[in-house]
């Protein structure tokens, strides 16, 4: 049923502007239209701002309960637990913080997926900030062919994730990888004789680079379009000023590009980590957290653990275990957000 | 909680010397969390037994031991000639409260032969026999497969909680969980006799009963025990492995299916070309001749990365064959051992003298295409290489079809002899089906010989039957080239043998533990000491959750 509020110029009712909902009862004969008069009670209430307000919010609210405060409450009394898939609940019980203290203490992967997380994380970060700056400056630049060349940088970016990492799977390939064809074939015409070639996913440290390589490749394209968004926000004027007063390219770009680009760069770079923290495919399509446990992410070794191991209430401990380094990040943001309000 | 066997009652036998003892071990009972015991004095030679003189020291026990525990009146029955005719004349005398349950304790010196008519004659009266503690007993000791006959007739085995917990020694710790893996255990009791020794405890037997007895799935799974044993009696056996695979406490979760078989898969050319005359038959020879093919560029390919496949099928194996084992008989984590050791040394010089380093980072496919494009001379997979290479026509470099130069051979000997690792499959419902008596039905009709057998045929026996006939099907002879996956197919055990293949088992291979293991000293991340001491603590901490 369709439900039509229509402001009338209320004649009828002296209490001014009065909303009327407008009710299409299909049931009875299609098309007639049944007036619906409000009580006062309510259209006092509605015309509060404060209550309106409320009620708009209810169907976000409601989303944002559902799927995303219900599951996480329930991950996190699920990490309490000793609740295992196909367990009935009659058997689950509460168990503390023992999840967590045994990961903290005793399991001997779980360190290993912290450290490739702030690795992965850090490394990513920092190359696709640079590389996204770069790329940026330069598509500001350019004046011909500009929108056929954005489409094509955000490409890496549109393809579904788990699509171009089978891709690279294929790069990445000991004995068919293009990286290595092409080495060994400037190895046998320069007569330096047969080279296997690095062992991108066989060897722990290159494994551990190659899907940061790839979340690279993957991430940049958001980081270049956000900042060229950026770019175009700042006042030429600026540049100008800054070139009379003599100051180098060098200059301009530190003195005012950077400045001028620094409230994105904080929401894009919070962005990014967040999702790189959290990352999941790119991992399990590439090594599934091997060699030896060397590419090992929190959500690899929480979807392990859980989904593949069975073990839901220590895979739920792993995974929010990243809840305090994901709640810092967004704080810090939440803070600077609010100061530039100010 | 509710303990049918306790020698509670002060002064009437071997239980507790005085009444302070017996209300102390009310006291235990209740705070182990038992609500109800039944106090079963001796009836025997040496000790007489007198119902009504028992229920009113009974009474007494209730009013000195307080609300905390429901007490009732049974008897801890020997079996005799003498005791046997005094039962049958007047049963209820002995039974425990006013049931039909009677506890039977046999001789430790003689176990009468017509055991088995006494029962019978025990039920004709309306009895329902409860045998007490037959693990402890010297003569079933050796001979438990008694104690199942007599389950099946209806007798009902009860087994001393501390047995379980170790407290009566290694045979009877091993006859109790052989009996549990069975389904022959009916009962717990405590059995106490005092607050030291013998307790009245509960709680700890129960928490490892249910450990080997709670399978993963078991809770969501259809039991199928009916359909998988009938298909047994109709067509033979199944293949051991397929069977532990399958079950779990006596009760099959799913229904044996088929079995992806694994052995090692060579290139004929380059071992001759290397001047290997003939296929290793130890590792220690593999390495010696896979040294050769690995310098004229074909090394043997082997993943140890994070795959359930081909990693598991070359690890577990390789293992066994040294005599590394995940678990002892009784569950216990044996991983760290002289054998695990020797079988990770030797490893990192197999890796590093003749194995393609680029393994570590293979998935499931990667063997099959380097082994297809030349790159590998030998590796350890499934049929899938040789029937790629046979139905896609593949041809070798001098333009030949390259599947005449495939052939299979076993694992390698390790000192603990030859194994391999079979891939078994099943087929399970889940309870929430809607449909479970057709999916029965269905499975049913599959598992015929009708059916499965054209089946396999139309795989290109690229799996085999989990029934032992099928060893013998005329398949293998339409695919004679696939012959050694069948002359190879009993050479395996469990996975997390010693133990049992329990959900601990299958969690070391969802968690890579054993192939990390390897992998670790491949990579050189660990020495082999320290890779075994990490599995160790990964097995125990994964086995003890």
Redesign the interface.
């Known amino acids: 049923m369709e439900e039509k509020v229509r402001e009338r110029a209320g004649k009828e009712v002296p209490h001014a502007g009065l909303p009327v909902a407008v009710e299409e009862s299909a049931a009875s004969s299609p098309g007639a239209i049944r007036t619906v008069r409000l009580s006062r009670r309510a259209v006092g209430l509605l015309e509060r701002q404060d209550v309106l307000g409320y009620l708009l919010m209810l169907p976000a609210a409601f989303i944002i309960f559902s799927f995303i405060a219900y599951p996480f409450g329930w991950g996190v009394w699920m990490s309490l637990t ?1 609740k ?5 609940w009659s ?1 689950v019980s509460f168990i503390g913080l023992r999840n967590y203290v ?1 990961l903290w203490t ?4 779980f360190w290993n997926a912290v450290r490739n997380s702030f690795v992965y994380t850090g490394i990513a970060t920092a190359v696709k900030w640079v590389l996204g700056i770069w790329l940026a400056v330069l598509l500001n630049r350019m004046v011909r062919f500009q929108r056929i060349v954005r489409a094509a940088v955000l490409l890496p970016w549109i393809i579904p994730t788990v699509l171009s990492t089978i891709a690279f799977l294929w790069i ?5 990888s293009v990286i290595n064809w092409t080495l060994r074939w400037f190895y046998t015409k320069l007569g330096w004789g ?1 080279v ?1 070639g690095p ?6 440290t290159l ?1 551990l680079m190659s899907v940061t390589f790839v979340n690279i490749w993957r991430g940049t394209p958001f980081y270049a379009i956000s900042f060229l968004a950026g770019l175009q926000t700042i006042d030429p004027d600026l540049y100008e000023a800054a070139a009379i007063d003599g100051a180098s390219g060098w200059q301009r770009f530190w003195h005012v590009t950077l400045p001028g680009i620094k409230p994105i760069t904080v929401v894009v770079i919070v962005f990014s980590i967040i999702v790189t923290f959290s990352d999941f495919q790119i991992v399990y399509v590439l ?8 590419t090992h992410l929190f959500a690899t070794y929480a979807y ?2 859980a989904m ?4 839901l209430g ?1 895979g739920a401990a792993v995974s929010l275990f990243m809840f305090p380094v994901l709640a810092l990040v967004i704080i810090y943001q939440l803070v600077y957000l609010r100061r530039g309000q100010r | 909680m509710i303990d049918i066997h306790c020698h509670l009652l002060p002064e009437v036998d071997d239980g507790p010397k005085s009444w302070d003892v017996a209300v102390e071990m009310c006291r235990m009972a209740a705070a182990d969390g038992i609500t109800h015991t039944v106090a079963t004095p001796h009836a025997s030679d040496r000790y007489a037994y007198d119902r009504a003189y028992l229920s009113g020291l009974l009474g007494e026990l209730r009013e000195k031991a307080g609300p905390i525990l429901e007490l009732s009146l049974g008897c801890d029955f020997h079996l005799s000639f003498e005791n046997l005719e005094r039962v049958l004349e007047r049963p209820h005398t002995y039974t425990i409260g006013e049931t039909n349950y009677l506890l039977i304790e046999l001789s430790n010196y003689s176990v009468p032969t017509q055991l088995t008519d006494c029962f019978r004659r025990l039920g004709d009266r309306g009895l329902t026999p409860i045998l007490t503690h037959p693990e402890r007993n010297p003569i079933l000791q050796q001979t438990p497969q008694r104690i199942l006959e007599w389950a099946e007739q209806g007798c009902l085995i009860q087994v001393t909680a501390s047995a379980l917990t170790g407290l009566w020694g290694e045979r009877p710790e091993i006859i109790a969980r052989w009996l549990l893996d069975r389904s022959a255990v009916h009962i717990l009791a405590s059995d106490a006799h005092d607050t030291k020794h013998r307790v009245p405890n509960l709680s700890a037997a129960r928490a490892v009963a249910e450990k080997i007895i709670g399978p993963e799935y078991a809770d969501a799974l259809v039991d199928v025990t009916d359909l998988c044993t009938a298909l047994e009696s109709k067509y033979g056996g199944y293949l051991d492995y397929c069977k532990r695979h399958a079950m779990l406490g006596g009760r099959f979760n799913a229904v044996p299916h088929t079995i992806v078989p694994n052995v090692y898969v060579v290139r004929n050319s380059y071992l001759k070309a290397a001047g290997t005359q003939h296929w290793p038959k130890t590792w220690e020879e593999l390495r010696r001749e896979g040294k050769k093919w690995k310098a004229a560029g074909h090394p043997i390919g082997q993943t140890v990365g994070h795959t359930f496949g081909d990693a598991v099928d070359f690890t577990y194996p390789y293992l066994w064959s040294f005599g590394a084992a995940e678990r002892d008989e009784k569950g216990r984590v044996t991983i760290g051992s002289k054998q695990t050791l020797e079988a990770l040394k030797f490893f990192k010089a197999l890796w590093d003298d003749a194995m393609d380093p680029a393994g570590a980072g293979w998935d499931d496919s990667n063997n099959n295409r380097a082994f297809l494009s030349g790159a590998i001379a030998a590796t350890n997979n499934a049929p899938s290489i040789y029937l790629t290479a046979s139905n896609q026509v593949i041809l070798d470099d001098n333009g030949d079809p390259l599947v005449n130069d495939i052939a299979h051979v076993s694992n390698p000997a390790g000192p603990a002899g030859v194994f391999h690792y079979h891939y078994t499959q099943q087929l399970a419902i889940p309870k929430y089906s809607k449909n479970v008596d057709a999916a029965k039905d269905f499975i049913r009709w599959l598992m015929e010989k009708d059916q499965l057998a054209k089946y396999l045929r139309r795989g290109q026996a690229y799996q085999a039957g989990a029934l032992k006939m099928y060893m013998k099907d005329l398949m293998w002879d339409m695919f004679p080239a696939l012959k050694p996956f069948r002359d190879h197919l009993l050479e395996m055990k469990n996975v997390g043998w010693k133990g049992e293949a329990d959900v601990g088992a299958a969690r070391v291979v969802q968690n890579y533990v054993l192939i990390d293991m390897l992998a670790n000293v491949a990579t050189g991340k660990m020495s082999p000491e320290e890779s075994m001491k990490w599995a160790e603590g990964q097995l125990k901490s994964i086995y003890a959750g």
Not at chain 1, 84 to 88: F, H, K
Not at chain 1, 199 to 204: I, M, R, T
Not at chain 1, 308 to 311: E, K, N, P, Q
């Open positions: 000793n295992e898939v196909g367990m009935p058997r045994h005793t399991d001997g992967v990445f390939d000991p004995d068919f047969y296997k062992l991108w996913l066989g060897d722990p494994a090594t599934r957290g091997g060699p030896a446990n060397s392990q653990i593949v191991g069975t073990r220590l």
